[in-house]
Structure formats: structure tokens, C-alpha cells
């Protein structure tokens, strides 16, 4: 028989070294996946982008940082819209032959049932949506879950974020299809049928965060920027 103080000395021992050798992995865990949001976020900046110009073609981990490294310039801006390197907002300009060919903003707010984060990419012209990405969110899929499919985000490409009147507004996902005839069908796109709620909460944060960056936009329609 082994005393009692033999089998509490094992225990201990075991559970010690089973929590060191867990604790490492979690560590070593944790930077792979740091490493892999990373590497999403800077995939889902480029693709709000038009990077890859295919939708279909995938990127290698490689290709994306190589070309968010070669194409992709990161400024800050302060609240009047100007460049400024202690600025709070964050904008992802893609530079084509030395020139901006594109910018885009980060988007996040509340969906139905979780924060969804994406990029929303507005053309050189400082109005013209270029393109829109969703890449984190708890929404259900075959639900709200659609809003990061190409089918749902190529809606968004071409709408305006300026109206007739040379104000900001933001892009609204309407229930069922737009009305081609609406007089206000530039700012809206067709919405995903039993995710009213989702789509509601995406035309709320995404308006929240186009009137944030209002006065950056503003400045490059301007020619200030
Ligand atoms: C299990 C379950 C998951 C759901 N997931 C979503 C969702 O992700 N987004 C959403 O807007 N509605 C979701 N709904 C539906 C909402 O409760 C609501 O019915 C819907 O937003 C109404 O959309 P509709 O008017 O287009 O049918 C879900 C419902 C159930 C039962």
C-alpha cells in the first residue's frame, strides 16, 4: 500500500505539470490565432478594396500581407477630416501608381445578436462606394449570416453615400427588394429575407460610422485631402 502522502505527491506533481504544459500551449495558441486575425483583417481591408479583382481568386497568407504591404497606405485622421497623426480614426488608403485609389473606413455596431466588424471601401471620387466586407459577427448562417456573401456585398458597390443635395447620409438595407424607382434607390440596397433585424442593425451602424468620417470625405470631394 502507498502512503497517502505518495498518492496527494503524484496528484499534485500531475496536475502541475498538466497545467504548465496547457498554459504553453494556450500561449503559443494565442499567437497564432493573434496572427490569423491579422491576417483577416488586412484580407477583408484589400477585399473591401477590390483586392483580389476576382472574388473567387484566394490568397495565400504570403499574398496578402505582400500585397496589403505594397498597396496599402495606413493614415490617421483627427475629427475635422485632416491627416494627423494623433488622430482617433483609422483610414486604409489603397495607392495605385502613387495616387489614392480607393479608402477604407472601419465599420462596427450591433447586429442582432452579436457586434459584427467589416470595412466599407469609397472610391477616389470621396461618394462612390468601391466595395463593403463583413469578417467577424455572430449572426445566424443562412441568416444574418449572409450579410459577409458576395451576393448581398456587390449590392453595396456603386451606391452613393453623398445625396442630391451634397449631404452625407448612410446606405440603408431596406426589407425585400429596392424600388428602382425610389428617388433615394442610390443610398439603398436589397435586404436578406428573415434577417430583418441584422440588416436594421448594420443600416444603424453603418450610418453612425459614414457621418464619423463625413468630414474626411468631404475634404477629399474638395481636393483638400
Ligand atoms: C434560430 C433563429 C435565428 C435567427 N437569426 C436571425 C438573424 O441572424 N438575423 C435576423 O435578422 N433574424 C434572425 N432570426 C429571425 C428574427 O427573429 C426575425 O424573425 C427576423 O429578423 C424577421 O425578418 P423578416 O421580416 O425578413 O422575416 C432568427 C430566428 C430564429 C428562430
Redesign the pocket.
Known amino acids: 500500500m502507498r502512503s497517502n502522502l505518495y498518492v496527494l505527491g503524484f496528484m499534485s506533481s500531475v496536475t502541475i505539470i498538466l497545467g504548465i504544459l496547457l498554459s504553453l500551449a494556450a500561449t503559443s495558441l494565442k499567437e497564432k490565432q493573434d496572427l490569423n486575425i491579422q491576417l483577416d483583417i488586412k484580407k477583408n481591408i484589400l477585399r473591401s478594396l477590390g483586392i483580389p479583382k476576382d472574388r473567387s481568386q484566394k490568397l495565400s497568407p504570403d499574398e496578402v500581407h505582400t500585397l496589403f504591404d505594397e498597396k496599402i497606405k495606413t493614415i490617421r485622421i483627427n475629427e475635422q477630416g485632416e491627416e494627423d497623426p494623433q488622430g482617433k480614426l483609422t483610414v486604409y488608403v489603397k495607392m495605385e501608381n502613387g495616387k489614392p485609389d480607393g479608402y477604407a473606413i472601419p465599420v462596427s455596431g450591433k ?3 452579436s457586434t459584427i466588424y467589416g470595412y466599407l471601401a469609397i472610391e477616389p471620387d470621396g461618394e462612390t462606394v468601391k466595395g463593403i466586407t463583413f469578417y467577424k459577427h455572430g ?2 448562417p443562412g ?3 449572409e450579410i459577409e456573401k458576395d451576393w448581398f456585398t456587390s449590392n453595396f458597390v456603386g451606391k452613393q453615400i453623398v445625396d442630391k443635395n451634397g449631404k452625407t447620409v448612410g446606405i440603408h438595407i431596406v ?2 427588394k429596392v424600388n428602382p424607382n425610389d428617388k433615394d434607390a442610390a443610398h439603398k440596397v436589397d ?11 448594420v443600416t444603424r451602424f453603418l450610418e453612425k460610422d459614414i457621418l464619423m468620417y463625413a468630414p474626411f470625405f468631404q475634404r477629399i470631394r474638395a481636393g483638400v485631402n
Not at 435586404?191 to 442593425?201: C, E, L, P
Open positions: 447586429g442582432l445578436w449572426e445566424t441568416l444574418g449570416g426589407k425585400g435586404g436578406i429575407s428573415g434577417a430583418t433585424m441584422t440588416g436594421k442593425g
